[in-house]
């Protein structure tokens, strides 16, 4: 069982793709962005002919209209994990969402729900907007509010519901470093902060080329303002908001190129408190040697 994870644009897709194909595997989806039908543009999704005759799987399984949920998408990872290895297939995780990983890889349940726990949080959400709900987190539990943005008012709601359900913080409910697959192996792919910059600048750039905006246009059409999560994607949101006159549309461009640079930190903050993950480098310089590394390393980790 292999996983490949790290931040926005290091090169985690390819490598997928080349382990899968010398390993006899397939690739698993592990961005939750992904998942969505029709957000290709903006979450980098490989076409299909870069993904080189390697069976991908949980790629635009939801409309944009649905709810993003991680117990779900673990019910869903998993079985396609199990039937690959009951099958000889070699699952090869790639992505950058973290809880998505966890949620695959670790030992993990999810709390229920509370309809009117819910309901009464969301009205105030709705009444007040996420600042008070943000500060309210931040002294019921305040590893889970650093982890939280203070206008993500979705997750926010979520973590005072599970600690009002269950009179624990919400970080109690995270996964602990115990993989459900014993014979995992992490490979996180690193990249130095200046040349992952570069990398996401002219990443969003070639996202606007290829036609990002009437992709954005198109999914309007299907919901996507309704869309809870999917609105909120890297991108998507910033072109709704050009769309709706809120700003101009290279406003939207550079608001989405630093958007997605502090949204590879915070990836990167996550991915390295995990010890178990192994990091190779990724940048210009050692791209013609990832590949081989990546495959010394899964070969000692195997023998170990």
């Known amino acids: 069982m292999l996983a490949v994870v790290g931040p926005t644009a290091a090169g985690k897709s390819d490598l997928g793709v080349f382990l899968a194909q010398q390993l006899g595997g397939d690739v698993i989806n592990a961005d939750s962005m992904q998942l969505y039908r029709g957000m290709d543009i903006g979450t980098a999704k490989l076409t299909v002919e870069e993904r080189q005759g390697v069976p991908h799987h949980l790629l635009d399984i939801w409309d944009v209209t649905v709810s993003a949920s991680v117990a779900e998408y673990q019910r869903l990872a998993r079985a396609e994990i199990d039937r690959l290895r009951t099958a000889g ?6 992505g950058g969402s973290g809880l998505y990983v966890r949620g695959a890889l670790d030992a993990m349940d999810f709390p229920g ?9 969301e009205e105030e959400l709705a ?15 305040p590893e889970a509010a650093a982890a939280i943005l203070p206008g993500n008012g979705r997750r926010i709601v979520r ?13 109690a409910n995270l996964p602990r470093h115990e993989y459900v697959y014993p014979d995992t192996v992490q490979i996180g792919v690193d990249v130095a902060r200046p040349e992952l910059d570069e990398r996401i600048a002219g990443r969003v750039d070639r996202m606007w080329q290829a036609g990002l905006v009437d992709e954005v246009r198109a999914l ?7 869309g809870r999560t999917a609105s909120r994607a890297l991108g ?3 072109v709704l ?23 590879a930190r915070r990836q990167d903050t996550w991915f390295r408190r995990d010890p178990r993950v192994h990091w190779l480098s990724g940048a210009v310089a050692d791209r013609a040697e990832l590949p081989g590394a990546a495959l010394a390393l899964v070969a000692r980790a195997v023998t170990a």
């Open 220 to 226: 309007v059409d299907a919901g996507l303002r309704e």
């Open 159 to 171: 973590a005072l519901e599970v600690i009002e359900i269950t009179g624990r913080p919400f970080t």
């Open 89 to 94: 297939r070699v699952p090869v995780l790639v």
């Open 241 to 263: 908001a050009a769309l709706a006159g809120e700003c101009t549309e290279e406003e939207a461009r550079a608001e989405t190129v630093r958007a997605t640079k502090r949204f």
């Open 236 to 238: 998507y949101q910033q």
């Open 127 to 141: 009444e007040h907007g996420p600042g008070p709900l943000h500060a309210r987190l931040a002294a019921a539990d």
């Open 113 to 121: 729900t509370d309809p009117e726990v819910r309901a009464r949080l």
